[in-house]
């Protein structure tokens, strides 16, 4: 009783203050290193704008700096500018992705249920999977009657191969067990699609995703390069072509500040589609 | 309810092995019974009892349920494993719903499912994520799933092996009680004496290399039964002298193993037991 008595008064006078005071703590230490890295880049930068500038090779270059290219970050922004490019480029990436899932998530499911199907597409999948998707440039613009569509088929063919080993990985990871129960509890097909493996490979497909997100959203720029009159591929070349070096640093900024917003989007889908337990 | 097995002159040969594993098994089980199957590793008890649930089919000879040929899994014969094998990504409901899912009977479902969870003692555990739950937790949701098609037949794998000796007991009680209740016919793999005695009508022992059944014993003690009384720990004490005979006889040392007779002789010696029980021994 006493020593019951004692407990609780513990912890009404310590232990509630305890949380707020945690969750301060907590937020400063989640914030404190990712601001530090920020702070690492940003330094780097304004360094090396700083050496540029201090060239007499290079000082052509110098609203590369830090300063000239926010100036022109908060131009394209507050001009509205930027939005249209990113359109155009999401656009054909969200298609190149669209594609890529579509073939990828039951080409994996297929690879990884079929060890046969594993044996015999390793070979051709691996040779494939190790061409740079932009060596395919010529021929994609020479099969699709649109620039569009040959960048869409450039992203598609270097996001798919994540997605589908992914996919198969996890396929591999299911527990027979849950195939056995499922089919004794009379699932058909659908069902076992349905409730037994979309559900457990779903955190893989993800992953996959994620890395292909990562790719897409790197071969989109050199594809928009060539040919195209929008994307941000495009407003890069276009403003190297206008030596209005601080737009394009601008735009590299804006390139960055997506890919980030993209990835960390997946890495959200990730967590919410995984199945363990928290902790 | 229950559903009447028979099992007509099984023999089951594994691709690529040089043995069959399972040599003219030839069993009925009664609507209603429960029967215990024990036997050492290996012997191929796993095997049978998947051969019973339609997710294996033997070489030869053939399962009949109620008369019909066994060849697919049903959810009318339900196979509950060593581990609980819950969908980790769903609530205790929703893993007992599935079967129902499966079979399009949502009507009413809910109702059936509290009913169910209830009975298993997880009312409170409905709405949780099954990760969160205990071993002995998860195997009740295991038995609620299974039990929520209403089938015929109950297969067991050792279902509670992995479980600690109270949750044990508590289930052993917990599925005698529920299968005599719903008139629903047991087969069960344990390597457990006494959980063999507490549960089976009838205890069937099998011998390996090939897996053959050598010794059948009847368990008439009314249920519940007291696991201290003088009649549970005679049949526990004959039932280890049938366990002794179908071990290598390499193994045999000390105890009540001691006693048991070997592979050899194990046909004569088994027979003079059987004198004084109802123990009948076919012959090896
Ligand atoms: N899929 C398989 N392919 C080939 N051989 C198998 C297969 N499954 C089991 N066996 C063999 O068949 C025999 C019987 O196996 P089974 O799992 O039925 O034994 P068991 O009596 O259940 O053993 P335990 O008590 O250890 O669970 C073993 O020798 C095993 O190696
Ligand atoms: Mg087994």
Redesign the pocket.
């Known amino acids: 009783m006493n020593r019951e008595a004692t407990l609780s008064a513990d912890t009404a006078t310590v232990e509630r203050p305890m949380p707020v005071l945690r969750f301060a703590d907590q937020a400063r230490r989640a914030l404190q290193y990712p601001a530090l890295g920020i702070a690492g880049l940003f330094a780097l930068w304004w360094w090396g704008g700083w050496a540029i500038a201090n060239n007499e090779d290079t000082m052509a270059f110098a609203s590369f700096a830090p300063g000239p290219t926010l100036t022109a970050f908060w131009d394209i922004v507050s001009s509205g500018a930027v939005w249209k490019p990113i359109e155009s480029s999401l656009y054909r990436v969200g298609w190149g992705l669209g594609y890529a899932i579509a073939i990828g998530v039951p080409m994996g499911v297929m690879i990884g249920y079929f060890l046969t199907l594993k044996q015999v597409t390793h070979v051709p999948f691996q040779f494939l999977r190790m061409i740079s998707p932009l060596a395919w440039m010529p021929i994609a613009v020479l099969a699709f009657a649109t620039w569009d569509a040959a960048i869409i088929f450039l992203i598609a063919i270097a996001a798919v191969w994540p997605i589908t080993y992914a996919t198969a990985h996890g396929v591999q990871r299911i527990d027979p067990m849950w195939l056995k129960v499922g089919n004794n509890l009379g699932a058909n097909p659908y069902h076992t699609l349905r409730y037994i493996v979309m559900p457990a490979i779903a955190q893989d497909v993800f992953a996959g995703i994620r890395l292909a997100v990562g790719v897409a959203w790197i071969v989109l720029v050199p594809a928009e390069y060539l040919g195209v009159t929008s994307g941000l591929g495009y407003a890069i070349n276009d403003a190297r072509d206008t030596l209005e070096y601080d737009k394009l640093a601008a735009f590299v900024l804006v390139i960055g500040i997506i890919g980030y917003m993209l990835d960390a989007i997946c890495v959200r889908l990730i967590k919410r589609s995984s199945y363990h337990a928290e902790g | 309810m229950g559903a009447a097995i028979s099992i007509d002159y099984i023999t089951h040969h594994?691709p690529k092995?040089e043995e069959p594993?399972l040599k003219d098994i030839q069993v009925t089980v009664a609507p209603g019974e429960t029967v215990a199957l024990i036997?050492q590793?290996?012997?191929?008890?796993?095997?049978l009892l998947h051969m019973l649930a339609g997710l294996l089919l033997p070489s030869e000879g053939c399962v009949r349920i109620n008369g019909h040929q066994v060849i697919k899994p049903s959810p009318r014969w339900n196979m509950m494993f060593q581990k609980p094998s819950l969908y980790p990504w769903m609530t205790v409901r929703k893993n007992a719903s599935l079967g129902l899912i499966f079979q399009g009977r949502k009507r009413d479902m809910r109702d059936r499912i509290d009913e169910l969870l209830e009975t298993v003692g997880l009312t409170e555990k409905a709405e949780v994520n099954v990760q969160s739950l205990s071993g002995g937790q998860q195997q009740r949701v295991a038995l609620a799933r299974s039990l929520a098609t209403d089938p015929e037949l109950l297969l067991l794998d050792e279902p509670f092996s992995a479980l600690d000796a109270f949750t044990r007991v508590a289930l052993q009680d917990e599925v005698t009680r529920l299968a005599r209740e719903r008139r629903i016919s047991v087969v069960f793999?344990t390597?457990d004496i006494e959980e063999a005695v507490a549960m089976a009508d009838r205890v069937l022992v099998m011998g390996s290399n090939p897996g053959t059944i050598t010794a059948e014993l009847h368990i008439d003690i009314a249920h519940p039964r007291d696991r201290n009384s003088q009649a549970f720990v005679d049949r526990k004490a004959e039932l280890m002298g049938y366990f002794g005979a179908t071990r290598a006889p390499a193994a045999d040392k000390g105890g009540a193993e001691a006693e048991a007779p070997t592979s050899e002789t194990e046909s004569e010696q088994a027979e003079s037991a059987a004198t004084e029980s109802r123990a009948r021994v076919r012959a090896a």
């Open positions: 594994y092995q594993t036997g590793s290996g012997c191929g008890k796993s095997t793999v390597h």
